[in-house]
């Protein structure tokens, strides 16, 4: 019987991002295209006769409110089972980033208790799941590059790309989702996203022209709020990034880069010239297919 289980939980950028407008629910209609990111957290699962949740990072709650400990409370509950695990969260992710650290782990902590806890779920019960804990976590729970609409929790998996290099610039501020949602206003975009050039781009294998397509609504946003956001994306390209965007609702800037010295390059003129914390990873494709 397994005991003790591992999982990588990967984080995710948009590679673009459009509102469609409000739903009765409160949610937003949007469609995204969601790429995961080899940069990921560790997840240690180990059989336990309660749930408990231990953290290396002192800034993230500890206790039920910690979406990897909500993801196994409601499997427990769905599922009727009176199983326990350790919870061990080694964080690699930067939190609060629009890089969906928390939907990533508690996609894993799902994946990886239908192991421990032999439970039989199907990957569409799973997703069902996941969306009743946060509209991104049925995208983390697929990974490689995906559609994402309706509020975000339905995919539609895409072709994988050849993997890219990519740096990741996080201002040292805190954003939170819900509040970039609450203070988007469509009057105030200049520039949509062209969701269907850029599938069909992707279609195609084709890096360059996805990299001049990145559009995110949710910038006029937040960069309002984090100038510098705005003044990262002109530092990457500069130096000689393909293109740059921020991911989800911010505040982290991504760009991709044709190869890995370039970013390199990139990462340490952006350490040297701007107050951020900068991380050098890679796309990653879709691990089962
Ligand atoms: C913006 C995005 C883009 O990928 O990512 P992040 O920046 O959080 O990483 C996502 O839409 C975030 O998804 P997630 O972080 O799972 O959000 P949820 O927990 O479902 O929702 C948090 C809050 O954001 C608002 N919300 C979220 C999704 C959506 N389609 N419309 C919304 O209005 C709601 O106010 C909701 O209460
Ligand atoms: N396992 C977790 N990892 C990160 N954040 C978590 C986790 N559980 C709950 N949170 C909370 O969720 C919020 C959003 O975190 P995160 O998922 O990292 O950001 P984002 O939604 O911007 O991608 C944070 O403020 C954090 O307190």
Not at 90 to 113: F, Q, R, T, W, Y
Not at 135 to 141: G, K, R, Y
Not at 147 to 174: C, F, H, M, Y
Request: proline fraction near 5%; glycine fraction near 8%.
């Amino acid at each position: 019987m397994v005991q003790t289980l591992t999982i990588s939980a990967r984080a995710k950028i948009n590679l673009t991002l459009d509102v469609l407008g409000k739903r009765p629910d409160g949610y937003h209609e949007v469609a995204m295209i969601m790429q995961t990111l080899e940069l990921a957290d560790l997840v240690h699962l180990r059989q336990a006769d309660s749930i408990l949740i231990e953290t290396d990072n002192p800034r993230l709650p500890g206790d039920e409110s910690n979406l990897a400990y909500r993801a196994a409370a409601l499997l427990r509950r769905e599922c009727g089972v009176d199983h326990g695990v350790h919870i061990r969260l080694e964080k690699k992710i930067p939190m609060a980033a629009g890089l969906a650290g928390g939907s990533s782990d508690a996609a894993a902590v799902l994946k990886g208790l239908v192991q421990l806890w032999k439970l039989p779920l199907t990957p569409e019960d799973l997703s069902r799941l996941g969306a009743s804990l946060g509209s991104d976590v049925p995208f983390c729970l697929y990974g490689g590059t995906a559609l994402a609409t309706g509020r975000g929790e339905v995919i539609t998996q895409l072709q994988d790309l050849p993997s890219r290099p990519v740096v990741l610039a996080k201002p040292p501020v805190d954003v939170a989702t819900a509040s970039v949602y609450k203070g988007y206003r469509p009057e105030a975009v200049v520039v949509h996203p062209d969701t269907q050039s850029v599938l069909t781009a992707i279609s195609q294998g084709n890096w360059h022209k996805v990299e001049q397509s990145l559009v995110n609504v949710l910038e006029s946003v937040t960069v309002n709020e984090h100038p510098q956001i705005a003044i990262i994306k002109a530092m990457m390209l500069n130096a000689g990034a393909t293109g740059s965007l921020m991911s989800g609702s911010g505040p982290t800037v991504f760009c991709l880069a044709e190869n890995d010295d370039t970013a390199q390059q990139i990462a340490q003129r952006l350490t040297q010239e701007c107050k951020a914390e900068v991380i050098v990873t890679r796309t990653s494709q879709r691990e089962t297919k």
